[in-house]
C-alpha cells in the first residue's frame, strides 16, 4: 500500500496500535512482527489473517487450552546446529527439546475436529510435520536436568565408575585424617574445603607446619590454612585426570549429537516460526477482546461501510476513565464516494475521520477492529492524509502554500482505489478565495473516482456536496442547549458551525453579536441558522423515534404476555377434557375386568358341573343382560343430556319418565291413578306413582 505523506501512519495513530499489541505478544518473534506489522492489499491474504484472528478469539473466549507455551529465543541455538563442528550444551539441548515438545503439543491439539473447527489456524501448520526422533535422541544422551548420562557411551560409563570408587576412597582417606587431626586440635571449625577442585584440609595457621602436603592458599583473615594432605595427593591427581577425561567424552557425545541434530535445523527453524506465529496469531486476539474487535464482510473492491466503528485508542481510554464513547456510522460507496463532514470545532469531526482511516489500516494489516459484525469493507491500495497545520518551515512554505502542495498531490494521484482524508480543506486563506479553490478540488477528487472524508466549515462546501455526483454531506450533532459536542454523525445534511449560538450562550453582549450579524452575508447568515434549526430538529425526531421505539417493544412484550395466557388457558382446557376421557376410559376399564371376572367363574362352572345347559343360559344371561344394561346406560345418558326432573302435578300433554326403563313419553289421558303415555308409535298404561315430570333442558345448559 502507497501512503501520502510519509507520516501519514504516524498521523493516523497506526504505531500506537502496533506498539500495544507487540506488548501483547511473549515472544521475541511475536514483538518483531508486531512492530514490522505490514499493511497488504491482497484479499485472500488479508482474510486468512483476519479469520485467524477470529479463530484464536473464539479459543480464548470459549476457555480453550492451546498448547503454545514456548517463550524462549533459540535463534542463536539452531543456527548453532547448522554450523558443522559446533557443539551444543545440555542445556541449549534442553531449549530444542522444549521447542520439539511445545509443536508435539500443537499437533496432538489439531485433531480432526479442530481441523474441521479452525481451518485459518490449522493453515500455520499445514506446511510442516512433526518429528519425534528429535526428542528422542535428546532423550538417549541427556537426563532432564541437561546433564550426559551414564549410558550415553560405554567409554563414559566407564569413567564415571571410576570416578565414582575413587571418590569414594578419598572420602574414606579424608575421613580418617581429619578425625585423626580433629583429635590433636590442628582443623579449624570447617574441617575440610574444596579449592582449585581439589579436596584440602582447614588448618590453624599455627598448626599448618604440624601437617605435610601442599599449601593451596589461606582464608582471608589469615588464621585458615587450606592444606592438601601428601597422603590424598594421589589420589586427588587420578580423580583430576578421569573429570578430565570425562569431559573430553561428554564433549564428544554432545558434538555427536549435534550433528545428529543438525539435519533437523530447518525443521527446528520451522517449529520456532509455528511457535512465534501463534503468539503473534494470540496476541491479534487479545487485542481483539480488549477493544471489542470483530471480523467484518471484506470485499475486493474500493467500499466503507461501517456500523457501530470506534476508534480503539479513544475506546481505550474512555475505559480506563469509565467514560463513554460514541460510535460512528459511515458509508461510503460507488454512489456516495465522498462525505463532507461540518459542524462546530471540538464537535468530532477529526476524530471521526481519524476512526475510519485507522480501522482501515487495522483492518488491511489482518487485525480484528471494534465495528459490529455486520460491517462491510473494502480494499485500498493508496491512502492519503492531510490533518492539521502541515507549515513546513524547510522549504519556507506557508499554511496554505503547503496545503496547496498537499492536495496537488491528491489531484494528480488520487484514482478509484485511493481512500483520502482532509481535515479543514481551503483553510489558511482568504475564506472566499480558499473556499473557491476547495471547490475545485472536491470535483477534481470525485472525477477522479476516489474515495475520502473531508471536514470543512465553508459554506459554499456544504451547498455544492450534494450538487455535485458522489459528494454527500454530514454533520456533527450539537446540544445548543448545553453547548456540547454529542459526537455523533448523521449523514445526508450539513451541519451548522453553531457560531452565534455559543456567542450568545456564554454571554457575548448583544450589542457586538448584533453588530456582528450585520457584517455577514444575509444568505449566508439564514441558511446558517436553517442548518442550525434543521439539527435541532432532527435531533427531537431521534429522541421521538427512540420513545417510538419503545413503545413498540413494550407493545410487543405485552403481545407475547397475552399469547402466553391464552396458551396457558387453552392448555388447562385440554387437560380437563383429558381428565374426563380418563374417566370414561377407567369405567370401561372396570366394566370389561368385571365380565372378564365372571366368565372365568362361569368357565370354571362349566368344567365342574354336568348341565351344561345351565351354564349356557347363565352366560346368555350374563351377555343379554349386560348388553341391555350398557343400551340403558347409553340411553339414559342420552336422556340426562336432554331432560331434567321438575317438581309438579302431572297434567294431559306433560312430559314424563318411567323410572323403570327411563323412557319419555307425553301424557295423552289420566285414569284415576294410570296414565297413558305416547311413546314412539305405541300408547303404554303406566301408574302415575312409576313416572316423573320433566322438561326439556336450554341448549347453553347442554352445551355446558
Not at 599455627?206 to 592444606?227: A, L, N, P, W, Y
Not at 597422603?231 to 591427581?237: G, K, S
Not at 476516489?450 to 451547498?463: C, D, E, M, P, R
Not at 350374563?622 to 340411553?635: A, D, I, P, S, V
Amino acid at each position: 500500500m502507497k501512503f501520502f505523506p510519509e507520516s501519514a501512519l504516524v498521523q493516523l495513530e497506526y504505531e500506537k496500535v502496533k506498539i500495544l499489541l507487540a506488548e501483547y505478544c511473549r515472544t521475541e518473534y511475536g514483538k518483531a512482527k508486531a512492530n514490522s506489522l505490514r499493511i497488504h492489499t491482497k484479499k485472500e491474504f488479508i482474510e486468512t489473517e483476519l479469520r485467524q484472528g477470529y479463530e484464536y478469539k473464539l479459543v480464548v473466549q470459549s476457555g480453550q487450552y492451546f498448547p503454545n507455551d514456548f517463550m524462549l529465543n533459540v535463534s542463536r541455538e539452531i543456527k548453532l546446529l547448522s554450523i558443522p563442528g559446533a557443539v551444543l550444551s545440555g542445556e541449549q539441548f534442553l531449549f530444542i527439546r522444549r521447542l520439539a515438545e511445545n509443536t508435539s503439543n500443537i499437533f496432538r491439539w489439531f485433531d480432526n475436529e479442530r481441523r474441521m473447527a479452525y481451518p485459518a489456524l490449522t493453515k500455520v501448520i499445514e506446511n510442516t510435520y512433526y518429528e519425534k526422533t528429535i526428542i528422542e535422541l535428546i532423550d538417549d544422551i541427556l537426563d532432564e536436568s541437561g546433564s550426559v548420562k551414564d549410558s550415553a557411551s560405554d567409554e563414559l560409563g566407564k569413567i564415571r565408575m571410576s570416578l565414582y570408587r575413587k571418590r569414594n576412597e578419598l572420602r574414606r582417606e579424608f575421613d580418617r585424617l581429619v578425625a585423626k587431626l580433629n583429635k590433636l586440635g590442628h582443623l579449624a571449625d570447617i574441617e575440610e574445603s574444596f579449592m582449585n577442585g581439589r579436596r584440602v584440609l582447614a588448618v590453624f595457621a599455627e598448626q599448618k607446619r604440624m601437617i605435610k602436603g601442599v599449601m593451596h592458599g589461606e582464608s582471608d583473615s589469615r588464621r585458615t590454612t587450606f592444606i592438601e594432605p601428601e597422603e590424598t595427593t594421589e589420589l586427588n591427581n587420578e580423580i583430576f585426570l578421569l573429570e578430565h577425561e570425562e569431559g573430553r567424552e561428554v564433549y564428544k557425545i554432545l558434538r555427536k549429537l549435534t550433528y545428529q541434530l543438525s539435519v533437523y535445523a530447518p525443521l527446528l527453524k520451522t517449529y520456532h516460526d509455528t511457535a512465534g506465529e501463534f503468539d503473534f496469531i494470540y496476541a491479534k486476539a487479545k487485542w481483539a477482546i480488549a477493544t471489542g474487535g470483530n471480523f467484518p464482510q471484506l470485499y475486493d473492491k474500493a467500499h466503507v461501510h461501517l456500523i457501530n466503528a470506534y476508534h480503539p485508542l479513544l475506546l481505550l481510554y474512555n475505559q480506563k476513565s469509565n467514560k463513554p464513547t460514541v460510535p460512528v456510522n459511515i458509508t461510503l460507496n460507488d454512489k456516495n464516494r465522498i462525505l463532507v463532514i461540518s459542524g462546530p470545532n471540538a464537535g468530532g469531526k477529526t476524530v471521526t475521520l481519524k476512526t475510519v482511516g485507522l480501522l482501515q489500516l487495522m483492518m488491511q494489516s489482518g487485525l480484528l477492529i471494534p465495528v459490529h459484525p455486520d460491517s462491510e469493507m473494502g480494499i485500498f491500495k493508496q491512502i492519503m492524509i492531510h490533518i492539521g497545520d502541515t507549515q513546513s518551515l524547510e522549504f519556507e512554505l506557508s499554511t496554505y502554500s503547503s496545503h496547496l502542495k498537499n492536495m496537488k498531490h491528491f489531484m494528480e494521484n488520487a484514482n478509484g482505489k485511493t481512500l483520502f482524508f482532509i481535515d479543514e480543506l481551503g483553510s489558511g486563506s482568504d475564506p472566499n478565495l480558499g473556499g473557491a479553490f476547495a471547490e475545485v478540488i472536491m470535483e477534481e477528487l470525485a472525477h477522479k473516482n476516489s474515495f475520502g472524508i473531508v471536514t470543512t466549515h465553508y459554506l459554499n462546501l456544504k451547498v455544492m456536496a450534494n450538487k455535485v455526483p458522489g459528494i454527500i454531506n454530514g454533520a456533527m450533532q450539537f446540544d445548543e442547549k448545553n453547548l456540547l459536542p454529542m459526537y455523533k454523525l448523521i449523514t445526508g445534511k450539513p451541519g451548522s458551525s453553531y457560531t452565534f449560538s455559543i456567542a450568545e450562550r456564554i454571554g457575548l453582549e448583544k450589542r457586538l453579536i448584533e453588530k456582528a450579524r450585520t457584517l455577514v452575508d444575509e444568505d449566508h447568515f439564514t441558511l446558517d441558522k436553517l442548518l442550525n434549526r434543521t439539527e435541532q430538529d432532527l435531533q427531537k425526531i431521534d429522541i421521538e423515534k427512540k420513545e417510538l421505539a419503545h413503545l413498540l417493544k413494550e407493545n410487543e412484550r405485552l403481545k407475547k404476555e397475552m399469547q402466553q395466557v391464552l396458551n396457558r388457558e387453552k392448555h388447562d382446557q385440554e387437560v380437563e377434557r383429558l381428565k374426563h376421557q380418563n374417566k370414561l376410559s377407567e369405567s370401561q376399564l372396570l366394566y370389561l375386568k368385571d365380565m372378564e371376572r365372571r366368565l372365568k367363574a362361569m368357565v370354571i362352572e362349566w368344567r365342574k358341573t354336568d348341565d351344561k345347559d345351565k351354564v349356557v343360559k347363565m352366560i346368555h344371561a350374563l351377555l343379554f343382560n349386560q348388553k341391555e344394561k350398557m343400551t340403558n346406560e347409553n340411553q339414559q345418558k342420552k336422556l340426562n343430556e336432554k331432560f331434567i326432573e321438575i317438581e309438579g302435578n302431572i297434567q294431559i300433554g306433560d312430559k314424563v319418565r318411567m323410572k323403570q326403563n327411563r323412557q319419555v313419553g307425553i301424557v295423552k289421558e289420566i285414569r284415576g291413578k294410570k296414565c297413558v303415555l305416547q311413546v314412539g308409535v305405541m300408547p303404554i298404561t303406566v301408574d302415575l306413582k312409576d313416572v316423573v315430570l320433566v322438561k326439556d333442558k336450554d341448549p347453553e345448559q347442554i352445551i355446558s
